[in-house]
């Protein structure tokens, strides 16, 4: 059972670091969208 819960955590990881990747380009297009107008 450990194993089951190092995986949920791994996952949690992962998903939670996905998204902040995901908000910091989101943000970055943004800006970049902006600048060039």
């Known amino acids: 059972m450990p194993a ?3 995986l949920m955590y791994y996952i949690c990881l992962w ?3 996905f998204i902040a ?3 910091v380009l989101i943000e970055f297009f943004h800006y970049s ?3 060039t107008r």
């Open 4 to 6: 089951f819960i190092n």
């Open 15 to 17: 998903l939670s670091a």
């Open 21 to 23: 990747v995901e908000r």
């Open 33 to 35: 969208l902006y600048r």
